[in-house]
């Protein structure tokens, strides 16, 4: 069902639920004076560091700074989505999960996709059973019946409206909605995928979601053809394979990643279960957000190729805003004209897994093809090569892995200290992994340990705070949410937001930061912080306008402006 689970709803379950009981389902706890301590399963350690609050039904982990309450754990432990792990905790003490409708700032998907999709999924699969030439052409690819029923592998006859005709009750427009259908220029409306091998693709929660249709004669039409944008797929956050090896494995210490559905399913067939694919594009920052979520190492495996390098190389570009140095990104290249799939039938299981367990570093990556064709000894190349590696830099979050790459570039380059990277390179250095500058991360702050200082707020700087604050960020939604729930606590904002995607594990630092001055002063300190966040985001927009003026031919735009400000 579509719509947020009510806040009430998820505060009630906490209510229910018994921290202590929840973690030690899942791990060794030790009774230490009035709390409970073990190792932590986040990071590996001898001594314990994880200790469990039942007074405050609060986890933290004195180690890695993994902290949260009951939820959280079960998410991070479990390595599920927020829903997810609510519907879960739900079903254990008996209860359903109620939904109100979306006052968000999204469009719900229909959940009547999922059941086209669905009833489309088991079309496919029963078409296979009468089709002689793909089945044929999977056996030749070496699968197993066993492995096609795993996927749900099916066919898609040749036709124009075997859809509409084989699933009763559903029209022309349901089946465009959900992308199985496409119309042409005359407006005639057909059956997107014809005579194709078809891979359904499904999130998380194991609901399809989307198509991949694989030709089965080269040269007819592109070889692999993917379900379109639509309400409940988007591409470029999903990825093949991922709920079939959460499926297959309690705990996925590592994901590989590699370029087709085939590869997927050829290497689970040998064992190797967790394996995931993009759909057809390339490896972008979602999709290692994604990722991340599940395992802490991943590897992606291409083919040795330009092609393959150069898909690489953009993966590693995508992948540095997510990575840190509690999180691994390795990389694996095959032989040209080799793919994982060939690969593991030629060679075997054993092979394939060395190859993988030996893959090259990511940040080893980076300063090899940074310094090719580079003479590090001269001071021109060491020059060029710390001008080169800046942006890279830039792109890490604050912490021990950038701090360490600064290092190794200061080291390569021939300096004293690393390089700046800061204003020099005209952005604002952030302080966090949010990437905040210092006012906003100061407003957020106070915000979230002190939710109802903006109840207290001065309407009209409320207004200002929110009229500056872009629409589509999480900061806003934040703060949307603080004004219409004004009983709103920090526990229930980090419940609603903390394990955002967008946010990664930064709101619960800045909730368990410890301030320099008492409520009282703070409570003096965020109107003025509110004012300067204003303040900073106006002056940015004008700076903004200026540069787009300037380069434009509108002069009297320009002359305006300029008055404007003077006044």
Not at 168 to 174: A, H, L
Not at 419 to 440: F, H, Q, Y
């Amino acid at each position: 069902m579509a719509g947020r689970i009510p806040q009430s709803f998820i505060n009630d379950l906490i209510d229910r639920l018994d921290i202590v009981d929840v973690v030690e389902r899942r791990m060794t706890l030790k009774k230490t004076g009035k709390n409970y301590s073990g190792l932590c399963p986040f990071h590996d350690e001898k001594t314990p560091s994880f200790s469990v609050s039942p007074d405050k039904q609060f986890f933290h982990c004195f180690g890695c700074q993994e902290s949260g309450t009951a939820l959280s754990f079960v998410m991070k432990f479990d390595r599920l989505e927020f829903v997810e792990a609510v519907e879960q905790i739900a079903g254990d003490l008996g209860l359903e999960v109620p939904r109100e409708k979306s006052i968000g700032f999204s469009k719900p998907a229909d959940p009547g996709l999922y059941d086209i999709l669905q009833r489309a999924e088991r079309y496919f699969r029963h078409a296979l059973r009468d089709a002689t030439t793909a089945v044929q052409y999977l056996k030749d690819r070496g699968l197993t019946g066993e492995i096609a029923r795993d996927f749900g592998i099916g066919y898609a006859p040749e036709g124009w409206q075997n859809l509409e005709e084989n699933l009763d009750g559903i029209t022309q427009q349901q089946l465009l909605d959900a992308g199985l259908a496409i119309t042409n220029d005359t407006g005639r409306t057909y059956d997107r995928f014809r005579d194709r091998v078809m891979f359904p693709i499904k999130d998380t929660r194991g609901r399809v979601i989307g198509f991949g249709g694989r030709t089965m004669v080269s040269g007819d039409g592109p070889k692999y053809l993917n379900s379109p944008e639509t309400e409940v797929f988007h591409k470029g956050n999903e990825l093949y394979g991922l709920y079939e090896a959460r499926k297959a494995l309690r705990r996925i210490d590592r994901l590989i990643v590699v370029e087709g559905y085939m590869d997927v399913v050829a290497l689970a067939q040998f064992g190797v279960a967790n394996v995931v694919a993009t759909l057809g594009t390339a490896s972008g920052t979602p999709h290692f957000q994604k990722l991340y979520r599940y395992s802490d190492e991943v590897v992606c495996c291409f083919d040795g190729d330009q092609a393959g390098r150069q898909a690489a190389w953009k993966a590693l570009e995508n992948a540095l805003p997510t990575l840190n140095e509690n999180r691994q990104l390795k990389f694996v290249f095959l032989d040209e004209g080799q793919d994982p799939d060939s690969l593991i039938r030629e060679q075997g299981k054993e092979a394939f897994v060395k190859l993988v367990a030996n893959a090259q570093g990511a940040m080893d990556l980076l300063f090899k093809r940074l310094g090719s064709g580079l003479d590090l000894t001269s001071i021109d190349g060491q020059a060029r090569f710390a001008g080169l590696a800046a942006p890279y830099v830039e792109k890490l979050s604050p912490g021990v892995l950038r701090t360490l790459v600064e290092q190794r570039v200061a080291e390569t380059a021939g300096l004293k200290r690393p390089l700046a990277t800061g204003p020099e390179r005209r952005r604002v250095e952030p302080t966090t992994e949010i990437g905040l500058d210092k006012v906003s991360e100061r407003l957020l702050t106070l915000l979230l340990k002190y939710p109802i200082f903006w109840s207290e707020l001065d309407q009209k700087l409320r207004q200002d705070v929110l009229e500056v604050s872009a629409v589509e960020s999480v900061f806003g939604e934040i703060l949307r949410y603080v004004g219409l729930n004004e009983s709103v606590d920090t526990e229930e904002l980090l419940i609603r937001f903390g394990d955002d995607s967008r946010w990664d594990r930064s709101l619960t630092g800045l909730a368990e930061r410890q301030l320099e001055i008492g409520r009282e002063e703070l409570s003096k300190e965020f109107p003025e912080i509110c004012a300067l966040f204003v303040r900073n985001l106006r002056a940015r927009e004008r700076k903004s306008n200026l540069q787009n003026l300037k380069e434009s031919p509108n002069i009297d735009g320009l002359r305006k402006f300029l008055a404007d400000r003077e006044r």
